[in-house]
């Protein structure tokens, strides 16, 4: 009887030097890097070939209509693929680097690949605060497509552990930046036009986008047509059911809790015992995946404020607890 195939375990190195320069050599040669950034960490590829993307699909098992942010090191690089309206100049002024993506139309000369826009005419860009994403952008010298390195739908990783235990075998290396400091997507923004038009709640907030361009569009999605990542219906979700704004909580269930916790839950982990929006962001994928344990019925969740970063935490979870 012909044994199953091992699969390797995956790779993770300290981001020294000599390491970011491996990373950025495997990438230029069409292999697929996790490497941290501010927000989550990213499974990347070179966003120039083809196959390089689509080997991104196929490890995370994404719906190839769901479009791909292409990181750069500086804005001046960003320019190189996209026109940039006087509306994506003042954001970039403001919010990168950072946890900030703009979709902008695509320069008729850009170099990535179709499949990363997912046939669109728009681009999806991002210049990271992060240093060793910044470090190996710079080393590799091409955008890099860089979704959450974690299966499609599911929680996002917020350290090089996370990625190792989801992707195992599905690529060549993982930088280990240590845990990520936001813990949360980049906001998506629609810059084509004169005013903002939030595609995803992230990293940035909504106060922070309006106090730098004006009123910000919130527009109606269609989750069946995405214009932006982040936007399926169903979308970060931990294998057992999660329950929203619970008031309650029952003894085979698992408890999200933020501020004072609700009494009766098998297991609890809080976001935040101060109710601190920033430490529940950098939390919240974290927690939901220790919580998904086996032998529980699902996990419980308590109300979150929707303001600041309260309005991204909700929109992930309203995106964990998702029909599937």
């Not at 669109?120 to 390195?149: C, F, K, M, Q």
Request: glycine share 8%.
């Amino acid at each position: 009887m012909t044994e199953p195939a091992k699969t390797e375990p995956t790779r993770i190195l300290p981001a020294t030097d000599a390491a970011i320069a491996e990373a950025a050599g495997l990438l230029r040669a069409g292999q697929l890097v996790a490497f941290p950034t501010e927000t989550v960490y990213g499974l990347g590829g070179d966003a120039t070939e083809g196959r390089a993307v689509a080997a991104i699909f196929a490890a995370k098992g994404r719906p190839s209509f769901n479009p791909l942010i292409s990181h750069l090191p500086n804005v001046a690089r960003a320019r190189e693929l996209a026109l940039f309206t006087p509306l994506a100049e003042k954001l970039a002024a403001a919010f990168w680097p950072g946890p900030l993506t703009m979709v902008l139309k695509r320069r008729p000369d850009c170099p990535v690949s179709d499949l990363a826009c997912a046939g669109l005419d728009t681009i999806a860009l991002r210049v990271p605060a992060h240093p060793v994403a910044r470090r190996l952008l710079e080393a590799v010298g091409r955008p890099v497509v860089a979704p959450s390195a974690n299966p499609s739908g599911r929680v996002s990783p917020t350290s090089a552990q996370h990625v190792a235990e989801g992707l195992t075998g599905k690529l060549a290396l993982v930088l280990d930046g240590g845990p990520c400091a936001i813990g949360l997507e980049s906001t998506v923004v629609d810059a084509t036009g004169t005013r903002p038009v939030l595609l995803r709640p992230g990293g940035v907030t909504l106060e922070a986008l309006e106090d730098a361009a004006g009123p910000v569009i919130t527009p109606e999605r269609d989750p069946d047509a995405p214009t932006s990542p982040g936007q399926l219906a169903s979308h970060y979700a931990p294998a057992l059911p999660v329950r929203l704004n619970a008031a309650g909580v029952n003894p085979d269930e698992a408890l999200l809790a933020f501020g004072p916790p609700l009494p009766g839950a098998a297991v609890t982990l809080n976001l935040s015992e101060a109710g601190n929006l920033e430490e529940a962001a950098a939390n919240l994928f974290a927690m939901l995946r220790a919580l998904d344990q086996p032998g529980l019925a699902g996990i419980a969740v308590m109300t979150l404020p929707e303001s600041g970063l309260g309005r991204a935490i909700n929109d992930r979870l309203r995106r964990a607890s998702a029909p599937r």
